[in-house]
């Protein structure tokens, strides 16, 4: 969360999956996170705006899956103050990242929800070792 909490510091800044060299991929699972600022808001990460933040999550356990849905396909855009989110496109942004733990754990399910205002909250669910699809 504080990748995302980062991005809504500064203005026009993109919280996304992926890599400098590959953008905004949106494969949460293989473990690539980015914060970058986004001068030309095109969700691309160009030479002259700088990444903020970036993150490898290795060792990602075959038992773990991370998916993600709405604006975290591409990438989630926050405005200056840090308030609304929005997708790359310009629309109004809300989705989660779920991930999950194909085990019996409880709860094995942690959803990383970002509402239309901007605010990001952590759901918890017990789904008995099963990680359904968003």
Known sequence: MIYINIARQYAAHVFCAGTREEGCSGDWAAG?????????????????EPQLQRARIVGIQRSVSVDANGPFKTGVVF??????????????????????AATSISPNVIDIVLSKSGRVRLEHHDFNGECPAL
């Open 79 to 100: 405005m200056p103050a840090g308030g609304a989110a929005e997708r790359i496109s310009g629309a109004f942004a809300a989705g989660r990242v779920r991930v999950c």
């Open 32 to 48: 690539h996170w980015q914060t970058f600022v986004d001068y030309d808001h095109d969700g691309i990460v160009d030479v002259n």
